[in-house]
């Protein structure tokens, strides 16, 4: 936590901007042993302003960022697999705090960056725990075959 005081002018600098300004120039916050966020009024609306405003807005953020694809690419892909997880063949059921259901995630090639398709979170996170390694999902798959009960 970030602990900036105001000084004997009652002044203390945005860790933004570093400009010395009043108690006045920022958002109080219990959070800050000082009283106050870190970052002044003026710095913390400019930032704001660069956060997207809507879900669709934040999707194609993310999209763009982590996987360089559109949401129309992305929409396009779940159109394909019919909205179900191109492993599983179900759709997406996790729910983010707001109750709201994810999206399939984009799964991709960690060496090369390759698109493969869209997974269900469990899925998705199932791969990545067996590090896309082929011959450990492949043992994997020998062991449920030897002990299961069909």
């Known amino acids: 936590m970030i602990a900036i005081k105001f000084n004997e002018e009652g002044k203390k600098p945005c860790v933004n901007c570093k400009v010395y300004k009043s108690k006045e120039s920022y958002y109080p916050s219990k959070s800050y042993k000082c009283g106050y966020r870190p970052e002044c009024i003026e710095c913390t609306k400019e930032k ?55 999206m399939l995630a984009v799964d991709h090639c960690h060496k090369i960056g390759k698109i493969r398709g869209l997974l269900c979170q469990k899925c998705n996170s199932g791969l990545g725990k067996f590090e896309d390694n082929e011959d450990y999902m492949l043992k994997a798959v020998e062991y449920l075959r030897e002990y299961s009960s069909n």
Not at 66 to 71: A, K, M, N, P, R
């Open 48 to 102: 704001a302003k660069l956060y997207p405003k809507t879900r669709e807005q934040a999707k194609r953020t993310k999209l763009k960022l982590f996987f360089d694809i559109t949401l129309e690419t992305y929409k396009k892909m779940y159109d394909e697999q019919n909205g179900v997880c191109k492993i599983c063949n179900r759709p997406e059921t996790v729910q983010n705090v707001k109750g709201i259901v994810s």
